[in-house]
């Protein structure tokens, strides 16, 4: 399984920005999709998460309202659209995959996720 992750770049405060993960390999569908970030100094943190089968979500509070979590299971695509960007948003962005969890579930931690693509960086200017 591999996970490609693009759409990070330079934006200012209040801006918009989405990410894309394209999955290949394995049963996308059934994966469950978070995404992560680390900025510079600081350990990786939780952003958000979508379920496979109905679609449920949680984002972490900081993001709450601005980011959104979708997926298109036809084109193995997992997203994250970022508005209102803040320069505390400033970070390497990571998409992950983990299989094995009930549909509707979730999980909030990074090692609940046993596939992780290779980040995009997103910087946000005020």
């Known amino acids: 399984v591999q996970l490609q992750a693009s759409g990070g770049g330079l934006a200012q405060a209040g801006d918009s920005l989405r990410l894309s993960c394209v999955v290949s390999g394995g049963t996308f569908s059934r994966y469950v999709m978070g995404w992560f970030r680390q900025a510079p100094g600081k350990e990786r943190e939780f952003v958000t998460t979508?379920?496979?089968?109905?679609?449920?979500?949680f984002y972490v509070d900081s993001v709450k309202g601005r980011f959104t979590i979708s997926r298109d299971d036809a084109k193995n695509t997992v997203y994250l659209q970022m508005n209102n960007l803040k320069p505390e948003d400033t970070a390497v962005y990571y998409c992950?995959?983990?299989?094995?969890?009930?549909?509707?579930?979730?999980?909030?931690?990074?090692?609940?996720?046993?596939?992780w693509g290779q980040g995009t960086l997103v910087t946000v200017s005020s």
């Open positions: 992950a995959a983990a299989v094995g969890i009930r549909a509707g579930a979730f999980s909030r931690t990074s090692r609940g996720y046993e596939y």
């Open positions: 979508i379920a496979w089968s109905g679609g449920n979500t």
